[in-house]
């Protein structure tokens, strides 16, 4: 969790700075964050009788990608972002209606690890450019 606030900081002190405000300009930015609570350990509860069915990743990520369009937020960081529910939410944010969304997301564990999970960024590109 910490890891992701530090992005989040880092990437809007790198536009406070980067930008050239007027002497009365305020800077408004909507922030927010999400675990995702990546697909694998979602099936492992569901399948260990833990969890409800709901809750698995098939059954909830239209609600998530919903969710993540209704928060509206300029920046959005989420952990525990397997590669499967990144793929998905590229996709589904866009078909709720957040086609003002681009997603940044990097993979936490080394590289040749069996997982493929990290930590992602939703954000308003038309008003950021990450790069």
């Known amino acids: 969790m910490k890891r992701i606030f530090l992005l989040i900081a880092a ?12 002497s ?4 408004n930015l909507r922030i927010g964050t999400y675990n995702v609570w990546a697909h694998y350990a979602r099936a492992g509860l569901v399948r260990k009788g833990k969890t409800a069915e709901a809750r698995s990743w098939d059954k909830s990520k239209e609600a998530v990608a919903d969710l993540i ?6 920046f959005l960081g989420m952990q525990e ?3 499967v529910c990144r793929d998905d939410l590229a996709k589904l944010v866009k078909k709720a209606g957040g086609k003002k969304y681009e997603l940044w997301w990097v993979n936490t564990y080394p590289e040749g690890h069996r997982r493929e999970v990290g930590n992602a960024i939703f954000y308003d590109k038309r008003k950021f450019k990450l790069s």
Not at 11 to 22: G, L, M, R, T
Not at 24 to 27: P, R
């Open 11 to 22: 990437v809007i002190a790198f536009f406070a700075v980067d930008a050239k405000p007027k």
């Open 81 to 83: 972002v397997s590669g």
């Open 24 to 27: 009365d300009a305020k800077l």
């Open 69 to 74: 369009v209704k928060l509206d937020c300029d």
